[in-house]
């Protein structure tokens, strides 16, 4: 009797907090959208455990073909929220491509993304690559050891093709970061030409996500820029090489968020505060007691309704491991990061480096003023939101008020210059004298006209 009364108060600790009382939602069946990447992961958690019921929500997941198609969905309607890239709410409100008000209350996570070389460029890189004792390539490897490589490409004639998965993703920017740094241009967008290779070494060109490894045995491209599990997966099938880790590009950077519109949040905004609670709680599992709960994440992930790669080659990099050549496995305990560092809170600071990145590129045509950026940055990230969404779990006993970051006014400190590959610190209050400070890029009132950079 004893036993049985003890897991009698076992269970009903368990499920004290789930019976705190919910918020009365608007819309109760919902349907999200994701791409096929292990940063999905906050989603598959939230609805394999139940999260999302806890709060009075039925939600159906379903993968969408690329990044358009479900940008489209959540936009018409057909999608209530999706799994998106930081840059397509920002660019969706400020009319860059498809127009429309698009917001965010979650950030989904840092880190997560590589930049893989097929063998072939990665045989004709290593004599510029630096070597340690152990007779391994020192990281972080720069973009000056692909130099020599593209430069005699050029010479013979041959277009240097990389892959990136949409011209408003983290990877497109990241790739372009990594390049740049390593003194390679890699071409600009114009109002009239939205290839964004004008005056281009490196050109490049959008595939999605899961194609990029059958992409790269193929030819079409040199190397591409992806989130996990598809450098892995180039690992494994022994065709490429990752050659660096976005989190040695730039220490903790900010990736996908979850996407709803503007109109959705203002007709159901208890609903959505109870999506944000349920993300919440599934990315403080996921990061929970040294990431404790992985394995069991890498299982759901490697289902096929979500992502569907082998759980071996999605473990890789999911816990706390990262393989650049085949054997040579690191540790990388960061580079999947849910929670901790305030991973989830949607900081003004992360949208203005997005919006920065596209002046750099020449996505936004013409100079714009500091204020512009902060309140481009206002319109599109809801800390609020999340706010609310922390204070309710709170109440609920199911987090503490030291989980988050209430002390902020939105904006992260200053990152140093020794967390990015080129030294270059980053200031969010300040994104024009950021553009300044990097050597290659559109600044000040420079335009691109033709092609060529004019002002």
């Not at 490897?141 to 593209?150: D, M």
């Not at 200053?414 to 050597?439: C, F, H």
């Amino acid at each position: 009797m004893k036993r049985i009364a003890s897991i009698l108060v076992a269970t009903t600790m368990l499920v004290t907090p789930a019976a705190a009382e919910m918020l009365t939602v608007e819309k109760d069946e919902l349907k999200f959208g994701f791409i096929k990447l292990t940063d999905m992961a906050p989603l598959a958690v939230a609805y394999e455990k139940g999260y999302f019921e806890d709060e009075g929500l039925f939600v159906t997941l379903e993968a969408q073909a690329n990044w358009k198609v479900l940008l489209d969905g959540v936009i018409s309607g057909t999608l209530d929220g999706a799994h998106m890239l930081a840059g397509q709410p920002l660019a969706a409100t400020i009319g860059f491509g498809t127009e429309a008000h698009i917001i965010t209350p979650f950030s989904m996570d840092l880190n997560g993304n590589g930049i893989t070389v097929s063998n072939q460029i990665w045989e004709e890189m290593k004599p510029y690559v630096a070597m340690g004792v152990d007779g391994k390539p020192m990281h972080p490897i720069p973009a000056s050891a692909l130099k020599p490589v593209v430069e005699k490409y050029k010479s013979e004639g041959k277009p240097f093709n990389m892959g990136m998965v949409f011209p408003v993703s983290t990877h497109n920017y990241e790739l372009r970061y990594w390049l740049a740094a390593g003194g390679l241009q890699p071409g600009y967008y114009s109002p009239e030409n939205v290839t964004g290779q004008i005056g281009a070494d490196v050109l490049l060109s959008v595939t999605p996500p899961p194609q990029m490894p059958a992409t790269l045995e193929a030819g079409t491209i040199y190397g591409y820029c992806v989130g996990e599990p598809w450098n892995q997966a180039a690992v494994f099938k022994g065709i490429g090489v990752p050659v660096i880790t976005d989190y040695e590009l730039w220490k903790n950077n900010p990736e996908k968020v979850f996407g709803l519109s503007a109109k959705f949040q203002e007709e159901n905004p208890n609903t959505t505060i109870a999506i944000t609670k349920a993300l919440i709680r599934a990315a403080i599992w996921l990061d929970e007691n040294d990431n404790a709960n992985r394995p069991e994440a890498v299982e759901i992930l490697s289902r096929p309704e979500y992502v569907g790669a082998d759980a071996e080659v999605i473990a890789n990099s999911m816990t706390g491991t990262f393989e650049y050549e085949k054997g040579d496995k690191r540790e990388v305990p960061d580079f999947n990061v849910f929670f901790r560092y305030n991973a989830t809170y949607p900081y003004y600071s992360d949208a203005v480096w997005y919006l920065t990145q596209m002046r750099r590129w020449g996505q936004i045509a013409e100079a714009k003023p500091d204020s512009w950026y902060d309140e481009v940055a206002k319109s599109v990230y809801k800390p609020e939101i999340y706010l609310a969404a922390a204070k309710s779990l709170i109440d609920d006993g199911l987090a503490t008020e030291d989980m988050f970051d209430f002390a902020t006014d939105g904006y992260k400190a200053p990152t140093p210059g020794s967390d990015v590959i080129d030294g270059i610190g980053y200031d969010g209050k300040q994104p024009n004298a950021y553009l300044e400070s990097l050597p290659i890029g559109l600044k000040g009132s420079q335009v691109v006209e033709g092609n060529q950079v004019k002002g």
